[in-house]
């Protein structure tokens, strides 16, 4: 399903962050590490027009995998800008790599709903639809390349920026970003209208990602979209959820939207750093 999400969207702000992918990466993983993840939630409801598609787990090699499927991943080479690695779920093996260009995935990730807006008509292919969310593949990120990421995205000027986009408007929008136990935390939210003179499409959509600060790699990923109006005239309905972490880790809760704005606001136990920026908009 993460394959219609292939074209670039006008409000992602790349340039901001430019400067942090030209430095030279430090992975902090070594060949031959293994790590064990599971997920422990996947499911979708989508409709557009007439086609629509709803159920749970999630895609690997063209085939649905029932959440609570482990998979190991397993690092292969090293080197300054990337980590190969090996993807193994029962027989099956793929291969992948993280690099220091993964900071424009993450950027996606966290503006999903308005990627939707701009694959919009849905280049819909029931097949794939049917078999699922793919897991995403960021499991090793260099820790401090995505320290400067997601500082910058938890900043006042990006969230201004997303705000000034004439079609969007922004009920509750901001990033959470903290370190606890050496275990580094960005949490997002994204609850916004998208109208143009004839659609509306509005909802709300929560991100997460916990990675290791010192090595980079990453102990879990979560997401959960539900956004629903009309695009270029048709029906549509997008609701996803997917979870994975690392076997024995267990993601920090994260409320939902409303109850997100004042859950910045409590203390931080144990807290190395805490970088808070949200803002709320009235519409």
């Not at 903290?178 to 929560?206: K, P």
Request: proline content about 3%.
């Amino acid at each position: 399903m993460n394959k219609l999400f292939k074209a670039s969207f006008s409000i992602i702000l790349i340039s901001v962050l430019l400067g942090s992918t030209t430095s030279r990466a430090a992975y902090g993983v070594i060949v031959g590490q293994s790590f064990d993840y599971e997920v422990v939630a996947s499911s979708w409801e989508i409709l557009f027009g007439t086609n629509s598609s709803s159920g749970t787990g999630f895609s690997f090699l063209d085939t649905t995998q029932a959440v609570g499927t482990q998979f190991e991943v397993e690092v292969t080479q090293v080197e300054t800008s990337s980590v190969d690695w090996n993807l193994t779920i029962g027989i099956d093996t793929i291969t992948g790599s993280n690099t220091q260009f993964d900071v424009f995935s993450i950027i996606m990730l966290i503006v999903m709903p308005a990627l939707i807006v701009d694959q919009s008509p849905i280049d819909w292919n029931q097949t794939e639809m049917d078999q699922g969310i793919e897991i995403i593949e960021l499991f090793f990120l260099d820790p401090t390349q995505v320290w400067d990421t997601f500082y910058d995205l938890s900043q006042d000027d990006i969230i201004t920026d997303l705000e000034e986009n004439p079609e969007w408007n922004f009920e509750d929008v901001g990033g959470y970003f903290y370190t606890q136990l050496n275990i580094a935390v960005f949490e997002w939210c994204f609850d916004g209208t998208y109208t143009n003179s004839t659609d509306i499409f509005s909802g709300d959509y929560t991100f997460q990602i916990a990675y290791d600060a010192s090595t980079g790699q990453v102990k879990g990923i979560y997401y959960d979209i539900d956004y629903s109006g009309t695009l270029n005239g048709e029906s549509i309905i997008y609701k996803t959820e997917h979870k994975f972490e690392e076997v024995g880790y267990n993601l920090p809760i994260i409320p939902t939207i409303p109850e997100f704005k004042w859950f910045i606001a409590l203390p931080i136990v144990a807290t190395l750093s805490c970088i808070v920026v949200f803002r709320r908009r009235n519409k």
